[in-house]
């Protein structure tokens, strides 16, 4: 496939510490999360990545993209941009409604979280969180939004609010997505359209 990233193509990549099964469990435990087996088979071979490339081929003619992708998220990286557990204590981002429901798989160059869903009727179906225009959770209580109820929290951003957008079945669906290009000396890792 034209300009598909692949791990082991960036062998000089940097890494970062491994992750046992015993953390994952603790952490999603702590977190009151669960992992898709697609994201924990991920974080145990690469516990993230940063989209640091300095070698691509140009986009290829018919391939479209989405929007870039700088870190996919890992736990407890040393690497304070791509770890998990920086990312959630970030509570004026990401507080409790959506923390209930989903879990940054992964970060854009302009800082808009992408996540899986691991509650509900989209269960392990991967969004676009588009952070400026994300509502408080006051807003949502204001809006009648069941905070306790994923698919209707979910169903407000993605219907009302317009902030999520689905943009993979799968983690696994996702990372296949994923096209390295050069745009003009700039190397992008960009999500390939169509989306979901």
Not at 120 to 142: Q, R
Request: with cysteine.
């Amino acid at each position: 496939m034209a300009n598909e990233f692949r791990f082991e193509d960036y062998t000089d990549a940097m890494t970062f510490k491994r992750v046992t099964d015993k953390a994952i469990k603790a952490f999603t435990a702590e977190q009151g999360i669960a992992f898709s087996s697609d994201y924990t088979a991920f974080l145990e071979a690469q516990n993230g990545f940063y989209f640091d490339l300095d070698r691509a081929e140009p986009l290829a003619e018919g391939v479209e993209t989405f929007d870039s992708i700088r870190y996919l998220f890992g736990l407890d990286t040393g690497f304070e941009y791509n770890d998990m557990r920086v990312f959630l204590a970030k509570a004026d981002l990401w507080d409790q409604a959506f923390r209930a429901f989903c879990y940054p798989v992964a970060e854009s160059h302009g800082g808009d979280p992408v996540v899986e869903i691991f509650k509900g009727k989209a269960k392990g179906k991967i969004y676009f969180v588009d952070h400026e225009v994300i509502p408080e959770i006051d807003e949502l209580a204001e809006a009648g939004v069941d905070l306790q109820n994923a698919d209707d929290v979910l169903a407000y951003m993605i219907h009302q609010q317009g902030c999520f957008i689905e943009v993979a079945t799968s983690f696994s669906n996702f990372i296949g997505k994923l096209v390295a290009y050069d745009d003009d000396g700039s190397i992008n890792v960009g999500i390939r359209r169509p989306l979901a």
